[in-house]
């Protein structure tokens, strides 16, 4: 069965449904569902890449550290390493 041949089903609560069944509407709002997962999961894989840069650049800034870089200053903005 070739990729056009593929039936494209949407299950919802245990039922199953052909979307080559679907008002013209419905199968626009399928593929834009369709879209939107995708689109969620790129952003997924993004922030999981965001975060272990954030690690990263946490740990160099860390290698840096020396005893006299050491602030008593209260009045100051405050950046955590969960910022």
């Known amino acids: 069965m070739s990729e056009q041949e593929k039936k494209l ?5 245990g039922s199953r449904y052909d979307v ?3 008002t013209n509407e419905g199968k626009t709002f399928f593929l834009y569902l369709m879209e939107t997962n995708q689109e969620i999961n790129t ?3 993004r922030i999981d890449i965001l975060q272990a840069a954030n690690i990263t650049l ?5 290698e840096q550290f020396t005893n006299d ?9 405050e950046v955590t390493e969960e910022s």
């Open 9 to 13: 089903i949407f299950e919802n609560e």
């Open 58 to 62: 946490n740990s160099k800034i860390k």
């Open 20 to 22: 080559s069944k679907f």
């Open 43 to 45: 952003l997924k894989k």
């Open 69 to 77: 870089m050491l602030s008593d200053s209260v009045d100051s903005e």
